[in-house]
């Protein structure tokens, strides 16, 4: 504690030595060595522990607040801050409210203070909150969702190609995965594991893509000869053959009765199944074979890619291209049209692109791209929240789970051993189904379900072991 009596005494006039204040100040000489005495002899009982302060300059902590980092004050600085008021008054003289006014000094105010304290709570610490500012409200912040990194199921797919250019695997409405294996297709029903040899093409002829209808009714089957097939599931039996193109078909999209089929021969035919004609309109303008096609939620616009590294857009009823996208340098056959914004389409490339692209076909506008770091097979957007995943090949051959619009990983699944070519998703928008060459088809829960979107269980962790598909 300051000494009132040391502050206010009138120094003896033969004290020496003695600070001299500048000439333009009223204050009269005062010694600091005989402030300095007082202070000392104004113990009755002076401890031999008492520190002795030298001529170095020690700075005084009087004005500090330790009650902001919980300690406690023990007193030692007492003399430091008397020794700096007697110093101060020797200097400048005794403090008045009007020199305080004119220095802006106070013994009770930091001077390395950036800003005053607020009463902030201990979650206020964290990273992950910013200070807003009096006022706002700060909402703690979301956790990432846990996603299992391991698939809660394994199917043997024996003869599954490892080919970039074909589509083999594909999910209905009815919970019911299609897989094209060889020459055959089987089906493999998701609630009770049932597998049924939906058809056999023959030594002659190969399954190069499958595409379920939106009720999940028929399946259309493209051949290695061209063909295109119609069979009616719950009956196991082919309703109807659709010639046109000249080599393989290795892409398939349905809407509602017209299905789009892409071939090796670059072109897209589009076939109404209610007409007796095997296709109502012929689209070209691709250099190389197609093979990514998907339609639109609102079935109004056809994105289509290539082996021309090129990403076509048409509408309902054009037979050349609205749209054209040639910023990938590979082939694209990822292709994912966003369900929650209209217009939002999503493109990826192959080996020498490794980039996933995004679009506004409503403004024609190349919106974002990011290097995925390798080639990118598949895109799939999920229903239920705004995210999506992508498979990839050479050469990390991993899956991805993004979150869009940072693009900011959710999970990065691996345990394929080839590259992760087929990608189908559930009906229910949880589960996500990968094929690759390693002739095994992986059941992996990643996406949350629309209502829970349970962010702080594991979902997925659950292994039922492994089987076969046939």
Known sequence: MEDPTASNATPPANSSPHLSPPPSMSTPIISLESRINRLINANQSPSPSRSIYSDRFIPSRSGSNYALFDLAKDGKEDGAGSYATLLRAAMFGPETPEKRDITGFSTSRNIFRFKTETNRCSDSFSPFVSDDGPGVSQSPIKALRKVSRSPYKVLDAPALQDDFY????????????????????????????????????GAD??????????????LAVGTSNGKVQIWDASRCKRTRTMEGHRLRVGALAWSSSVLSSGSRDKSILQRDIRCEEDHVSKLTGHKSEVCGLKWSYDNRELASGGNDNRLFVWNQHSTQPVLKYSEHTAAVKAIAWSPHVHGLLASGGGTADRCIRFWNTTTNTHLSSIDTGSQVCNLAWSKNVNELVSTHGYSQNQIIVWKYPTMSKVATLTGHTYRVLYLAVSPDGQTIVTGAGDETLRFWNVFPSPKSQNTDNEIGSTFFGRTTIR
Do not use: E, I, M, P
């Not at 089906?187 to 597998?195: G, I």
């Not at 002829?205 to 028929?218: A, K």
């Open 166 to 201: 074909l589509n083999l695997v594909d999910w209905s409405a009815q919970n019911v995965l299609a897989v094209g294996l060889g020459n055959c297709v089987y089906l493999w029903n998701a609630s009770s594991s049932k597998v049924t040899t939906l058809c056999d093409l």
């Open 205 to 218: 002829d190969s399954v190069c893509s499958v595409g379920w209808n939106f009720r999940g009714t028929h």
